[in-house]
Protein backbone atom coordinates (compact mmCIF):
# COMPACT_ATOMS: atom_id res chain seq x y z
CA UNK A 1 0.00 0.00 0.00
CA UNK A 2 0.98 3.48 -0.12
CA UNK A 3 2.65 5.73 2.50
CA UNK A 4 1.61 8.91 4.41
CA UNK A 5 3.46 10.64 7.16
CA UNK A 6 2.32 12.98 9.29
CA UNK A 7 4.46 15.93 10.98
CA UNK A 8 4.44 16.09 13.93
CA UNK A 9 3.18 13.27 15.79
CA UNK A 10 2.77 14.94 18.58
CA UNK A 11 2.14 18.60 19.51
CA UNK A 12 1.29 20.42 22.84
CA UNK A 13 0.77 24.65 22.50
CA UNK A 14 -0.64 27.91 24.49
CA UNK A 15 -3.77 28.80 23.71
CA UNK A 16 -3.88 31.54 21.18
CA UNK A 17 -0.45 30.20 19.40
CA UNK A 18 -0.73 28.42 16.04
CA UNK A 19 -0.12 25.34 15.07
CA UNK A 20 0.99 23.77 11.38
CA UNK A 21 0.67 19.94 10.51
CA UNK A 22 2.45 18.40 7.20
CA UNK A 23 0.76 15.63 5.61
CA UNK A 24 3.19 14.01 2.80
CA UNK A 25 2.33 11.25 0.40
CA UNK A 26 5.87 9.51 -0.04
CA UNK A 27 5.41 6.72 -3.10
CA UNK A 28 2.45 8.56 -5.09
CA UNK A 29 1.42 12.07 -6.30
CA UNK A 30 -2.11 12.97 -4.49
CA UNK A 31 -3.68 15.47 -6.38
CA UNK A 32 -6.66 15.16 -3.15
CA UNK A 33 -6.10 14.92 0.18
CA UNK A 34 -8.67 14.96 3.20
CA UNK A 35 -8.29 16.27 6.79
CA UNK A 36 -10.37 14.91 9.37
CA UNK A 37 -10.75 14.89 13.33
CA UNK A 38 -11.26 12.26 15.69
CA UNK A 39 -12.40 13.01 19.30
CA UNK A 40 -11.66 9.85 21.91
CA UNK A 41 -13.57 6.43 21.17
CA UNK A 42 -15.40 8.67 17.98
CA UNK A 43 -15.14 7.74 14.71
CA UNK A 44 -13.26 9.95 12.14
CA UNK A 45 -15.26 12.78 11.04
CA UNK A 46 -14.00 14.66 7.94
CA UNK A 47 -13.26 18.67 8.06
CA UNK A 48 -11.82 19.17 4.49
CA UNK A 49 -10.78 18.25 0.71
CA UNK A 50 -7.70 19.99 0.02
CA UNK A 51 -7.05 20.28 -3.84
CA UNK A 52 -3.72 20.61 -5.50
CA UNK A 53 -3.30 24.04 -6.62
CA UNK A 54 -6.82 24.99 -5.63
CA UNK A 55 -8.85 26.21 -2.26
CA UNK A 56 -9.87 23.54 -0.14
CA UNK A 57 -13.37 22.70 0.40
CA UNK A 58 -14.79 22.77 3.93
CA UNK A 59 -17.13 20.69 5.25
CA UNK A 60 -20.23 22.26 7.03
CA UNK A 61 -19.73 23.86 10.53
CA UNK A 62 -15.71 23.90 10.24
CA UNK A 63 -14.38 27.18 10.56
CA UNK A 64 -12.37 28.26 7.14
CA UNK A 65 -10.78 31.16 9.10
CA UNK A 66 -9.93 28.89 12.05
CA UNK A 67 -8.36 25.98 10.05
CA UNK A 68 -6.21 27.02 7.14
CA UNK A 69 -5.69 24.09 4.44
CA UNK A 70 -2.50 24.66 1.39
CA UNK A 71 -1.99 21.84 -1.02
CA UNK A 72 0.85 23.72 -2.28
CA UNK A 73 2.45 20.56 -4.25
CA UNK A 74 1.16 17.04 -5.17
CA UNK A 75 2.60 15.27 -2.50
CA UNK A 76 2.10 17.70 0.94
CA UNK A 77 -0.59 19.37 2.07
CA UNK A 78 -0.38 21.47 5.39
CA UNK A 79 -3.68 22.29 7.71
CA UNK A 80 -2.59 25.33 10.42
CA UNK A 81 -5.14 25.44 13.29
CA UNK A 82 -4.99 29.56 14.12
CA UNK A 83 -5.32 30.56 17.56
CA UNK A 84 -5.68 27.33 19.31
CA UNK A 85 -7.63 26.91 22.15
CA UNK A 86 -8.38 23.86 24.33
CA UNK A 87 -11.66 22.91 22.48
CA UNK A 88 -9.27 22.31 19.63
CA UNK A 89 -7.64 19.46 21.21
CA UNK A 90 -7.65 16.76 19.20
CA UNK A 91 -6.66 13.97 16.73
CA UNK A 92 -6.12 15.11 13.38
CA UNK A 93 -5.65 12.62 10.51
CA UNK A 94 -4.96 13.49 7.46
CA UNK A 95 -5.41 11.03 3.97
CA UNK A 96 -4.28 10.90 0.14
CA UNK A 97 -5.77 9.58 -2.55
CA UNK A 98 -4.14 7.23 -4.51
CA UNK A 99 -5.72 7.43 -7.98
CA UNK A 100 -3.50 4.33 -8.77
CA UNK A 101 -5.85 2.01 -8.21
CA UNK A 102 -9.86 0.99 -9.15
CA UNK A 103 -11.64 2.29 -7.17
CA UNK A 104 -8.89 4.36 -6.02
CA UNK A 105 -7.91 4.63 -2.25
CA UNK A 106 -7.39 6.79 0.43
CA UNK A 107 -4.33 5.65 2.72
CA UNK A 108 -3.88 7.91 6.25
CA UNK A 109 -1.23 9.63 8.09
CA UNK A 110 -0.48 8.16 11.52
CA UNK A 111 -1.80 11.11 13.23
CA UNK A 112 -1.22 14.02 14.91
CA UNK A 113 -2.61 14.19 18.48
CA UNK A 114 -2.46 18.45 19.17
CA UNK A 115 -2.95 19.56 22.66
CA UNK A 116 -4.08 22.81 23.63
CA UNK A 117 -3.26 24.63 27.22
CA UNK B 1 -28.92 11.06 3.85
CA UNK B 2 -26.13 8.63 3.89
CA UNK B 3 -25.78 6.45 6.68
CA UNK B 4 -23.25 3.73 7.82
CA UNK B 5 -23.70 1.65 11.00
CA UNK B 6 -21.37 -0.80 12.37
CA UNK B 7 -22.34 -3.09 14.76
CA UNK B 8 -21.32 -4.38 17.31
CA UNK B 9 -20.33 -1.53 19.03
CA UNK B 10 -17.47 -4.02 20.71
CA UNK B 11 -16.79 -7.55 20.48
CA UNK B 12 -14.67 -10.17 22.81
CA UNK B 13 -13.67 -13.09 21.34
CA UNK B 14 -11.40 -15.39 22.94
CA UNK B 15 -8.45 -16.29 20.57
CA UNK B 16 -9.43 -18.87 17.56
CA UNK B 17 -12.84 -18.24 17.96
CA UNK B 18 -14.18 -16.67 14.62
CA UNK B 19 -16.97 -14.14 14.37
CA UNK B 20 -17.97 -11.43 11.99
CA UNK B 21 -18.77 -7.49 11.83
CA UNK B 22 -21.21 -5.63 10.50
CA UNK B 23 -21.40 -2.63 8.04
CA UNK B 24 -25.22 -1.58 6.81
CA UNK B 25 -25.22 1.50 4.61
CA UNK B 26 -27.26 3.68 3.14
CA UNK B 27 -25.96 5.63 0.43
CA UNK B 28 -27.85 7.15 -2.86
CA UNK B 29 -25.09 5.31 -5.40
CA UNK B 30 -22.19 3.74 -3.66
CA UNK B 31 -19.07 4.39 -5.52
CA UNK B 32 -16.90 1.80 -2.78
CA UNK B 33 -16.62 0.89 0.51
CA UNK B 34 -13.93 0.58 2.43
CA UNK B 35 -12.53 -1.21 5.31
CA UNK B 36 -9.71 -0.09 7.29
CA UNK B 37 -8.26 -1.08 10.83
CA UNK B 38 -7.51 1.32 13.59
CA UNK B 39 -4.71 0.82 16.61
CA UNK B 40 -4.88 3.16 19.47
CA UNK B 41 -3.08 6.60 18.48
CA UNK B 42 -2.76 5.62 15.12
CA UNK B 43 -4.09 6.34 11.64
CA UNK B 44 -6.12 4.00 10.00
CA UNK B 45 -5.04 1.53 8.16
CA UNK B 46 -6.32 0.05 4.49
CA UNK B 47 -7.48 -3.52 4.50
CA UNK B 48 -9.86 -3.75 1.53
CA UNK B 49 -12.04 -2.07 -1.24
CA UNK B 50 -15.68 -3.91 -2.56
CA UNK B 51 -17.03 -2.10 -5.37
CA UNK B 52 -19.97 -4.17 -6.45
CA UNK B 53 -22.70 -6.57 -4.67
CA UNK B 54 -21.35 -10.42 -4.38
CA UNK B 55 -17.42 -9.14 -4.36
CA UNK B 56 -14.95 -10.89 -1.91
CA UNK B 57 -11.81 -10.04 -0.46
CA UNK B 58 -9.39 -11.63 1.65
CA UNK B 59 -6.04 -11.63 3.36
CA UNK B 60 -5.13 -13.59 6.12
CA UNK B 61 -7.68 -14.14 8.85
CA UNK B 62 -9.81 -11.61 7.35
CA UNK B 63 -12.66 -11.79 4.74
CA UNK B 64 -14.64 -9.33 3.30
CA UNK B 65 -18.17 -9.23 1.64
CA UNK B 66 -20.49 -6.64 0.28
CA UNK B 67 -24.45 -7.02 -0.78
CA UNK B 68 -26.76 -4.14 -1.68
CA UNK B 69 -26.86 -3.19 2.09
CA UNK B 70 -24.51 -4.42 3.87
CA UNK B 71 -21.00 -5.52 4.21
CA UNK B 72 -19.43 -8.49 6.69
CA UNK B 73 -15.77 -8.98 7.95
CA UNK B 74 -14.97 -12.41 8.84
CA UNK B 75 -12.37 -12.83 10.93
CA UNK B 76 -11.12 -16.71 11.15
CA UNK B 77 -9.23 -17.87 13.89
CA UNK B 78 -8.41 -14.52 15.39
CA UNK B 79 -5.00 -14.08 17.32
CA UNK B 80 -4.46 -11.27 19.88
CA UNK B 81 -2.87 -9.57 17.52
CA UNK B 82 -5.62 -8.88 15.84
CA UNK B 83 -7.09 -6.69 18.39
CA UNK B 84 -8.30 -2.77 17.31
CA UNK B 85 -10.98 -1.07 15.94
CA UNK B 86 -12.18 -2.23 12.28
CA UNK B 87 -13.79 0.94 10.20
CA UNK B 88 -15.97 0.98 7.58
CA UNK B 89 -16.25 3.66 5.39
CA UNK B 90 -18.37 4.40 2.36
CA UNK B 91 -18.60 6.59 -0.97
CA UNK B 92 -21.56 7.61 -2.77
CA UNK B 93 -22.10 9.30 -6.09
CA UNK B 94 -22.44 12.85 -4.44
CA UNK B 95 -19.87 13.02 -2.00
CA UNK B 96 -17.10 13.35 -4.86
CA UNK B 97 -13.93 11.21 -3.41
CA UNK B 98 -15.05 11.89 0.65
CA UNK B 99 -16.00 8.67 2.50
CA UNK B 100 -18.23 8.73 4.95
CA UNK B 101 -16.95 6.79 8.59
CA UNK B 102 -19.41 4.66 10.60
CA UNK B 103 -18.43 4.77 14.06
CA UNK B 104 -16.39 1.34 14.20
CA UNK B 105 -16.13 -1.63 16.12
CA UNK B 106 -13.41 -2.32 19.06
CA UNK B 107 -12.49 -5.78 18.85
CA UNK B 108 -10.61 -7.46 21.75
CA UNK B 109 -9.16 -11.34 21.24
CA UNK B 110 -7.96 -12.62 24.36
CA UNK B 111 -5.10 -15.43 24.53
Known amino acids: GAVVSQHPSRVICKSGTSVKIECRSL??????MFWYRQFPKQSLMLMAT?????????EQGVEKDKFLINHASLTLSTLTVTSAHPEDSSFYIC?????????????FGPGTRLTVL | EDQVTQSPEALRLQEGESSSLNCSYT??????LFWYRQDPGKGPEFLFT???AGEEKEKERLKATLTKKESFLHITAPKPEDSATYLC????????????FGKGTSLLVTP
Open chain 1, 95 to 107: SARDRRGVPDTQY
Open chain 1, 27 to 32: DFQATT
Open chain 1, 50 to 58: SNEGSKATY
Open chain 2, 27 to 32: VSGLRG
Open chain 2, 50 to 52: LYS
Open chain 2, 89 to 100: AVRDSNSGYALN
